[in-house]
């Protein structure tokens, strides 16, 4: 299977990256090529420019800097998955990314392209949804951050203008927190059927703050606010436990496929949640 | 000329040992480069669409799906394919234990099984049966049902183990 043709730009710098792509109307960046390059084998995608961002300094490496967790776009699965900052202070997102797709997968994916392509069934959108992280993003206009809990529209769709092109995503720092990620794949793709991504801060046995959020469930990663709002404050209680995660895609449009029918999917989503909050009360 | 919307980039790459810079199109993906360029059939195209994993090989020693990357991607990347691995007469000890466990029937999609699991024990080389078949995730045999190509792989790393110690 040939491609068709396409320019291709290899920018050293992320100023170099952003004046190219203007000068190529149309052109898509690439990171890892997971998404954009089956997209366009399969002729679903047919850009006349990529710009590939892997040769950007700017965009590469994981650091602390002041009170958050800066991970650069470029950062593929792999190392994320086994990066002791992240594993410090974002386990749950070290978590996901050790279940996207496969080893070859994870071996060349980034964060910042799994993003951008903003699959309803991708791992990652659950992960910065339920971190509060920030989308980092450049354009020729500057430099902006997106709340992750903005940034996801719809399937394939962002909040990013077409000229923008994600540098890092931030984790704001506050403190101890349990974290889980709990996916249930497709076998075949490995796509999440459901995956329940949940972060909890305690006071004792009470639940002070809690972000649950959702994939693979409906056209977009979702937070999941009535379950949120059951947990704040409370002692999670085999009862709430089981009230909460019952509610845990109430206000969605839960979708069905010939994988899993919407009911059963909203079903799993339930005893998923359910199952990842037992654990959170255990653990510890 | 040079088609504007084709640009060739210069691509160094370091094949099974051997370095070369060639001056490549940007729409060609390593599995072609490969197979068409370098005559390395070994390395097979399956599915053609990043699922089969029989066209993994190694890239900076990381298993790849050749398929589905662009070889101007990769400059001064070094690439390893099953080519490299072993000879007829001197197997590397990866292929010696899928003969041995025989952990494959039509062969088709052996090269990225082996490949895969080269990798996977370089990085371990005592995974269990858990991590073997997470290790695999990414590859499709349509014939063996896995259970030798697990036991192929435990069998391998007990060799790959043992010949360091000796080597």
């Known amino acids: 299977m040939t491609l068709g043709t396409f320019r291709y730009e290899r920018p050293s710098s992320l100023d170099e990256a952003i004046r190219q792509a203007v000068e190529a109307p149309g052109a898509r960046w690439l990171a890892g090529g997971m998404s954009l390059l089956p997209l366009m084998k399969m002729e679903l995608a047919a850009p006349p ?48 990314a050790s279940q996207v797709g496969d080893p070859q ?33 450049a354009s020729p206009r500057g430099r902006r951050g997106i709340p992750a809990g903005g940034f996801f529209l719809g399937p394939l769709m962002t909040a990013l203008e077409p000229d923008e092109v994600i540098v890092a995503v931030t984790v704001p720092q506050r403190g101890a927190r349990r974290q889980a990620y709990r996916k249930r794949p497709h076998p ?51 009862a709430l436990l089981v009230e909460a995660s019952g509610v845990v895609t109430d206000g969605q449009e839960v979708w069905g496929d010939l994988y899993a029918s919407a009911e059963y999917r909203r079903h799993l989503a339930g005893v998923t949640t359910r199952q990842v909050l037992e654990h959170l009360r255990a653990d510890g | 000329m040079m088609d504007p919307s084709n640009n060739h980039h210069a691509v160094t790459l370091t094949v099974n040992g051997q370095t070369r810079t060639e001056s490549l199109p940007p729409n060609l993906l390593l599995s072609e480069y490969l197979r068409d360029h370098l005559r390395l059939t070994g390395t097979h195209v399956g599915c053609d669409t990043s699922q089969c994993g029989a066209c993994t090989v190694l890239v900076d020693g990381a298993a790849v799906k050749s398929c589905t ?27 010696e234990a899928f003969r041995e466990a025989h952990a494959l029937q039509c062969g088709f999609c052996t090269p990225g099984v082996l490949m895969t699991a080269v990798a996977l024990l370089n990085g371990d080389p005592h995974p269990t049966d858990a991590e073997i078949r997470r290790g695999l995730d990414g590859i499709i045999c349509r014939c063996t049902g896995y259970e030798n190509i697990v036991a192929a792989v435990t069998r391998a790393g007990n060799g790959m183990a043992a010949a360091q110690e000796v080597g």
């Open chain 1, 49 to 96: 420019a990529l710009v590939d961002l892997a040769g950007v300094e700017d965009l590469v490496g994981v650091r602390e800097r002041d009170d958050v967790l800066w991970v650069g776009a470029m950062t593929r699965h792999a190392e994320l998955a086994l990066h002791p900052l992240v594993a410090r202070h974002a386990s749950l997102l070290a978590a996901a």
């Open chain 1, 105 to 137: 997968v994870r071996n060349r994916g980034t964060i910042g392209g799994s993003l951008a392509h903003a699959d309803p069934a991708a791992d990652l959108p659950a992960a910065v949804l339920a971190l509060d992280a920030t989308i980092q993003v």
């Open chain 1, 188 to 238: 075949a793709s490995g796509y999440a059927v459901v995956g329940i991504a949940a972060s909890l801060r305690w006071e004792g046995d009470r639940v002070a703050s809690a972000a649950v959020a959702v994939t693979g469930v409906a056209d977009h990663a979702f937070r999941a606010q009535r379950t949120e709002a059951l947990l704040t404050g409370e002692v999670l209680t085999d």
């Open chain 2, 69 to 95: 990357v662009l070889v101007v991607q990769l400059p001064g990347t070094t690439i390893e394919t099953v080519e490299g691995l072993g000879r007829p007469d001197q197997l590397h000890p990866v292929q």
